[in-house]
């Protein structure tokens, strides 16, 4: 007997799909190029927001405000600002959001944030936010910000367990955001799991799907050892024999993270944000198959 249930993932179009997508901020010339061409590209999709991520100990602070203020000057796009606890007092961070507030910005993504380059843990700055929860208080104080927060459905690295990793999640929640994020995954089951259990633990916020389509897919296994997603083996072998080949690279990456996506939609997820890593053509691909489509006049 076949599973007929199974064939909700080839089902019609969605008509109920929102995405958002992610950001960093340009570092070269030529970087800043690669990127307005991409948010330009995405913006006809309509995306609920784009966030601009900071680098650790604050060193894109200046970066991540140019290019946010950008987005408000020249595009229709919602921008939502990373701010981290790393390297500052709570007075600064407090001055950083109050500018964003008075340019126009409404959304932030309250992010603990990486240690500085050089140290391999985290300790909070003595006059800081020592972590998000306590900067999701303090950002709340100085204007209504919509808040995003970051969400693991692999646990934390650093988290001593996973009902620890969960009980510190209601805690950003309970201090006022508005939403999570998740770390990006490749197995739909760790993501649909998780939701259940921050259900369960009484989290009722948006928690979207963070989606991270692997162009390169060497560079992307480095990384999820650092942050603690697992790259299955079956995703390895996909991508093999394929180092030489970035035409085949593209298509194999847009299948699976479309399949991903549109399994996870069977299952009730209408929610997803894009890690884009500036680059717009996959994500965009993956966006048209979900049936997110430039708005028509």
Known sequence: MHDLSALSV??????????????FPPSTEKMEQSLWTAMKRLEPLGPSFV???????????????????RILKETSLKPAAHLTCVGATREEVDEVARQYWNDGVRHLVALRGDPPEGEKTYTPHPGGYAYANDLVEGLKKVADFEISVAAYPEVHPEATSAAADMDYLKKKIDAGATRAITQYFFEVEHYLRFLDKARGAGID????AGI???SNFAQVARF????????PKWLAELFEGLEDDPETRQLVAATVAAEQCRVLNANGVNDFHFYT???ADLTYAICHILGVRPKTV
């Open 205 to 208: 916020v948006p928690i979207v």
């Open 277 to 279: 890593l500036n680059r």
């Open 10 to 23: 080839a089902a019609p179009l969605p008509q109920d799909v929102k995405v958002s997508f992610e950001f």
């Open 224 to 231: 999820s050892k650092m942050c603690g997603a697992t790259v």
């Open 51 to 69: 966030s601009v991520t900071y680098g650790a100990g604050g060193s894109t602070r200046e970066r991540t405000h140019a290019t946010v203020a």
């Open 212 to 214: 991270l389509p692997v």
